[in-house]
């Protein structure tokens, strides 16, 4: 499967532990998106990584949330110290620069629960 | 920034007839709208796309229309099969700026009855 992977598919935590999921793009692109996901609405832009730099991060990012993509290829999201509002499916996307511009597909998520 | 607004919530179709589902958006300078569908407990897959320097796209059953001047643009889903029904969103973004971040609308449950 040469599509956008995610890991793990669902997390089931308790509220203070900290959690952090990994995304693996398409092998060629070199922008990759995180999206958050909660019941009903579409998906709303966390944060964006072009190769290895994080160029934006959305207000909903908390000090609590960090992303890194250190070598350009693979991403982390890590939320520390998790909280109940914090669970939500967590969606990875990637694009190519410079290729149908910004056609961007999804991984298929990974469920945080937070209890 | 942008918001996109996406009406209806809930379609209800016969198979075989059409839907339309219908998205607003606020920043003139979005210029990239994509059409992803999600089926229940599954990833959003891209289903169609247009640019803001064409007015209609075309494929197979599927079309969407923008209106830039009105700022809004449509999905068309002609003879629809049960196999359509799933939650359809619209999004926008502004290509070519430093960002591509999409911003979507909340969603279309799209049920087509057999």
């Known amino acids: 499967d040469t599509g956008v992977s995610q890991d793990p598919r669902h997390k089931i935590t308790k509220r203070g532990q900290n959690v952090t999921f990994r995304c693996d793009p398409i092998?060629?692109?070199?922008?990759l998106y995180w999206y958050r996901q909660t019941l009903g609405q579409g998906p709303e832009f966390l944060t964006y990584f072009q190769n290895e730099a994080q160029l934006e991060k959305s207000r909903l990012l908390s000090d609590r949330f960090s992303a890194e993509r250190p070598k350009g290829s693979f991403s982390t999201l890590e939320i520390q110290r998790t909280e109940q509002g914090d669970s939500a499916m967590y969606l990875c996307?990637?694009?190519?620069?410079?290729?149908?511009?910004?056609?961007?597909?999804f991984g298929p998520g990974t469920r945080l629960t937070v209890l | 920034g942008e918001n996109v607004e996406q009406h209806p919530s809930t379609l209800s179709v016969q198979e075989g007839d059409s839907a339309v589902i219908k998205c607003t958006y606020s920043?003139?300078?979005?210029?990239?709208f994509p059409w992803y569908k999600q089926e229940l407990g599954k990833r959003p897959q891209l289903i169609i796309d247009i640019r803001s320097n064409v007015g209609e796209k075309k494929d197979q059953r599927i079309a969407v229309t923008l209106n830039k001047t009105a700022k809004h643009f449509s999905l068309h889903i002609t003879e629809t099969q049960p196999e359509d029904s799933a939650v359809y969103f619209c999004?926008?973004?502004?290509?070519?700026?430093?960002?591509?971040?999409?911003?979507f609308g909340k969603g279309t449950l799209l049920t087509v009855n057999p």
């Open positions: 920043d003139s300078a979005s210029n990239y």
């Open positions: 996307a990637s694009s190519h620069l410079g290729r149908d511009h910004n056609e961007q597909f």
């Open positions: 092998s060629e692109h070199n922008r």
């Open positions: 999004a926008a973004s502004h290509s070519g700026g430093s960002n591509y971040k999409l911003t």
